[in-house]
């Protein structure tokens, strides 16, 4: 019981981490590609991000915990190991496929590019981040650290 409890709350965190951390990577992105939108309306802009933000770890929950739980499934399943030779690269397929799946339902069942880097930013960063959590964690309960 005290492992789910564990186990939940270290994609919580993730969670938590995930959501500013992403958007402040897509604000990097997209005041580089045009600084200059950003520099008129500043006060609209921080409660605009301030709420995206909480939208963002809205959509972590409801699409990225049953992300984690079917690549944490895959991850540990033994035929599926042995066509992919590393853990790591079937969860990064998993976040891959899944924010290709959200982009494309998300925009009426039709594939725009810049949507799906969009989503795949955000996957990708949450899924860093949990792992970067729980490979500290891991390797905290080993003495290493």
Partial sequence: MK???NYFLT?????????PLSLTISLLSDYFS??????????YNTSFYI??????????IVVGIPTTLLADNLKYKKSFLS????SYLIQVLVYTVSSLLFSYVTL???????????????AQV????LFLIRWKTD?????VL
Avoid: C
């Fill in 11 to 19: 994609i919580l965190l993730a969670i938590i981490l995930s959501s």
């Fill in 34 to 43: 045009d600084p200059q939108a950003y520099s008129e309306n500043y006060a």
């Fill in 51 to 60: 709420l995206y933000t909480f939208i963002v770890a809205i959509i972590y």
């Fill in 108 to 122: 009426g069942f039709h594939f725009y590019f810049p949507a799906f880097v969009s989503w795949l930013t955000f």
């Fill in 3 to 5: 492992r789910r409890i």
């Fill in 83 to 86: 066509i992919f030779k590393t």
């Fill in 126 to 129: 949450y899924f860093h981040v």
């Fill in 139 to 143: 390797n905290r309960m080993k003495g």
